[in-house]
């Protein structure tokens, strides 16, 4: 079975600190890795994505990933946070079948 | 590529009606899946087409749900004598080949049933 853990429900930063968002996850088999982020009312933008090249993913907006197996984790970073990242980014995970197991979020706040 | 249209965007329905709703996947991709996202928590997976056919359901869907994708273009998602438990935002998306590419997600039909 799979399943992600997104540590830390809600996260906040101050405008230009580094973000960092946590993500553990567990796989029988050679994951498939995302990212996503949602904005209020909308639905789910695909910020990056692992898929057994690169272990650092580079996505949109800044953001970059890195995938450690030993960890079984693929945290979020972003150097310098901006008040536009204020949203809430979902991790996934997915082996070769044809669903994603989402984890339950986290709420990233930006602060002036 | 106008994205992935899902309509409506609410609709508030009394227990026991039953409700549809339409998803338009973006043209060339051939797979599409419907997911559920209640408050404060990551969708969950309801079903999954490639083309026209219906290829894995979850254990989510029970029988008052129904999806449908005729001709592999659009698909509805059908559900019968809503219940409260059914409030939620239920997203559509689509993927070109494999799920591996990453899905496109629709921005939602958010249900309230009172």
């Known amino acids: 079975a799979q399943s992600v853990t997104q540590l830390g429900s809600h996260v906040s930063v101050s405008e230009g600190a580094l ?53 079984t984790s693929f945290h979020l970073t972003k150097p310098s946070a901006h008040m536009s990242d204020a949203a809430e980014y979902f991790c996934a995970v997915s082996d070769s079948g044809n669903q994603f197991y989402f984890g339950t979020g986290t709420s990233l706040t930006v602060i002036p | ?72 273009s659009f698909s509805t998602l059908e559900i019968q004598r809503t219940e409260q438990g059914d409030s939620a935002m239920y997203l559509c998306a689509s993927s070109y080949r494999t799920h591996a590419d990453g899905y496109t997600f629709g921005s939602g039909t958010r249900l309230t049933v009172v």
Not at chain 1, 46 to 58: E, I
Not at chain 2, 18 to 45: A, M
Not at chain 2, 50 to 62: D, G, I, T, V
């Open chain 1, 19 to 71: 973000v960092l968002l946590r993500c553990n996850y567990s796989s029988s088999v050679p994951p498939y890795l995302f990212w996503y982020v949602q904005y209020p009312n909308q639905g789910l933008q695909l910020l990056l994505k692992y898929t057994s090249a690169a272990t650092l993913v580079k996505g949109i907006n800044g953001f970059e990933a890195e995938f450690k197996k030993s960890e």
């Open chain 2, 1 to 72: 590529d106008t994205g992935v249209s899902q309509n409506p965007r609410h609709k508030i329905t009394k227990r026991g009606q039953n409700v549809t709703f339409r998803c338009d996947p973006i043209s060339e991709h051939n797979r599409l899946y419907w997911y559920r996202q209640t408050l404060g928590q990551g969708p969950e997976f309801l079903t999954y087409f490639q083309n026209e056919a219906q290829l894995e359901k979850s254990r989510l869907l029970s029988d008052r749900f129904s999806a449908e994708r005729p001709k592999g």
